[in-house]
Structures are given as structure tokens and as C-alpha cells.
């Protein structure tokens, strides 16, 4: 069945660092690709966007953040204007690492959100609680897409990843059964919204053949930059 992945790049390679994986990893990953019927999308740094859009333009692109008002005084941000002129087509926001160091809040991420899908860019609203609010899973979850909830309703392009932070770059990942049951409080709380859900965290060879069946795609960080594992991934969901 089609899956959605999307490789979150973070700030892991340089500029020069990504170039080069482009030139030299990703032909092949495409190779495998093509067995399949999955979209990849790779999401590098921003400098990296106009070059890697040029290189591959059959390819889906993805900015990790955008800014929340289309132009301004805004320093350092960057527009989702900036973004759609690039053709780009899919944008993460709320991931964990926004949210824990720039303090983003759900206000913050619903109003980039909904910026993107005014301009027919998939957002990819990255949500999933600590360690410490395992127990409080549910209202967590709850929170975070309270603001979503509406946009979603609304438009049919969203995109949500459950990324619980404990299990991101651990090497721990939930167990099926686990998983399963934070997805059917996802899909409960959204209600008959159309979007797709997927599932981000460690996410490995192993557990995308686990975990595929109960997800639409995979948010992947560092085994989509070992080019063998991504492909691992990609053939075994
Ligand atoms: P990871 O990162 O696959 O390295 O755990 C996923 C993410 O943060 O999106």
C-alpha cells in the first residue's frame, strides 16, 4: 500500500555535506523508490531548497518550519511565500525540537498551519508527549490538536505525525499494541477530518514492517540519512 515518508534532515550535514548526499545516495534511493508506490519527501535546511529543488524536480521537497505571517519584520524567519515559490509542497511545524527550543506554542504552529494550507502546502503538524506526560497522554494530545481540529475539518491536504519525544533519536519505539491505541485516540479526538496520520520516532527496517499497517507514512530523522536503511524502510512498508 502507498505510504507517505518524509525524511526530516534536521541540521545534521552542512550545505556542502547535502550536496554531496545528493549527488551520491540519492539516485539510488530513488531507484528503490520507483519499486514501490511511496512518496518520498526530503526535507533539508532551508539553504539547501533552491539547489535540491532544481536537482530533482520529480522529487516532493519539505521545509522543517516556515514563519507565521506571510511578510513582515520578522527576522531570521522564513516565508511560506518563499516556500511555495520554491515549489515546495510539504512543511513540518510543531516538530519537538521547535516546540522545546523556541518555545513554539499550539497557537504558534496552528497559525503556520493554517498559513501553509491558505497557500496549498501540506503542513505536517508534528505532535506526541514527554516521557514525563506519558500518563497524561490523552489531554496532551488533546491540547495540541485542539487548534488543529478546525483547519483539518476544513481542508483536506493536512498532514499529522505522532512523534512521541521519548522516542525520538532513543532508539526506543512504541510497541504495536502501544501505538495502536494512541492512534485510535488521534482518530477520535479528529473526528471525520481528512488528513493522513503517521507515526515518527527511531523509526527503523524493523519497526516501518511493524508498524506500516497501522499508519499512512513514517516521519524518519537519521535512518533517512543512511541511504541503506532508508532504502531498508522504504521496501519494507
Ligand atoms: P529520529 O527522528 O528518527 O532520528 O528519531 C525523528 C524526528 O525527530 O522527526
Given at each position: ?50 539547489y ?21 519584520s ?20 510543531g516538530h ?17 498551519a ?11 503538524v ?10 497524561t ?6 491540547e495540541q490538536?485542539?487548534?488543529?481540529l478546525?483547519l ?14 521519548w ?14 491505541d ?12 481528512t ?16 508498524l506500516?499497517?497501522l499508519?499512512?507514512?513514517?516521519l ?18
Amino acid at each position: 500500500m502507498k505510504k507517505l515518508l518524509i525524511a526530516n534532515w534536521k541540521m545534521q550535514l552542512t550545505h556542502n555535506e547535502a550536496c554531496t548526499w545528493l549527488e551520491t545516495e540519492l539516485p539510488s534511493v530513488l531507484e528503490t523508490l520507483s519499486h514501490t508506490e511511496h512518496e518520498l519527501v526530503i526535507c533539508p535546511s532551508y539553504t539547501m531548497l533552491p539547489y535540491a529543488t532544481s536537482l530533482y524536480e520529480d522529487l516532493a521537497w519539505g521545509a522543517q518550519d516556515c514563519g507565521f505571517e506571510e511578510k513582515g519584520s520578522y527576522t531570521g524567519d522564513i516565508s511560506v511565500l518563499s516556500l511555495k515559490d520554491l515549489g515546495i509542497t510539504y512543511t513540518l511545524v510543531g516538530h519537538s525540537e521547535r516546540r522545546h527550543y523556541h518555545a513554539e506554542s499550539d497557537e504558534l504552529i496552528s497559525l503556520k498551519a493554517s498559513l501553509l494550507l491558505k497557500h496549498t502546502i501540506h503542513p505536517v503538524v508534528c505532535i506526541g508527549e514527554t516521557l514525563g506526560q506519558i500518563h497524561t497522554r490523552r489531554s496532551i494530545i488533546q491540547e495540541q490538536l485542539a487548534q488543529i481540529l478546525p483547519l483539518y475539518h476544513e481542508h483536506d491536504r493536512g498532514i499529522i505525525a505522532y512523534e512521541p519525544v521519548w522516542a525520538i533519536g532513543t532508539g526506543i519505539v512504541p510497541s504495536h499494541e502501544e501505538l495502536a491505541d494512541v492512534l485510535s485516540i488521534i482518530r477520535e479526538i479528529m473526528g471525520n477530518a481528512t488528513y493522513l496520520l503517521l507515526y515518527g520516532g527511531s523509526v527503523q527496517e524493523t519497526q516501518a514492517k511493524l508498524l506500516s499497517p497501522l499508519v499512512d507514512g513514517f516521519l524518519i530523522g537519521a535512518s533517512s540519512l543512511r541511504s541503506e536503511e532508508l532504502k531498508k524502510i522504504i521496501l519494507s512498508c
